[in-house]
């Protein structure tokens, strides 16, 4: 179990007890057991709109060149190895721009296969264009 599965655990707990003693209040045994299930569910839900509103704040891919391809709109085609540290991916988006993703930077691979710097994330994760300075 990783952190993050645990810390979501924990806290589904607590809100499920908090749940079943507000629903046992009011209700009795029934509503106690109404509301663990009610609160632990609740935590989970939480947990699932947070990660869907950062995917859509932060996407892992920026917009194509053209304006067209989103995050869902780029195809995998292979993996590579610049350096030791560093593997790069190899999208296409549905426009037909090729495009390598290390880390942090998305480059623009031109038609005689040199590569040109085009997004790279800044200090928060969102992606700006490279010439920009932070």
């Known amino acids: 179990m990783d952190l993050i599965t645990g810390i979501t655990l924990f806290i589904a707990i607590v809100f499920g007890f908090y749940g079943s003693k507000l629903l046992a209040f009011y209700f009795g045994l029934i509503g106690g057991i109404v509301g663990f299930f009610a609160g632990f569910s ?42 030791e540290q560093d593997e790069a991916s190899i999208f296409r988006c549905k426009c037909g721009t090729k495009y390598i993703q290390s880390l942090s930077n998305f480059k623009e691979v031109l038609p005689d296969g040199t590569s040109k710097p085009y997004m790279r994330k800044n200090l928060i994760g969102q992606w700006i264009p490279d010439d920009i300075e932070e």
Not at 47 to 65: A, D, G, Q, T
């Open 42 to 83: 609740l935590a989970f839900f939480l947990r699932y709109m947070i990660i869907l509103l950062m995917c859509k704040l932060f996407p892992s891919h920026p917009p194509c060149r053209n304006g067209k391809c989103f995050d869902d709109d780029y195809e995998y085609i292979e993996s590579e190895i610049e350096s």
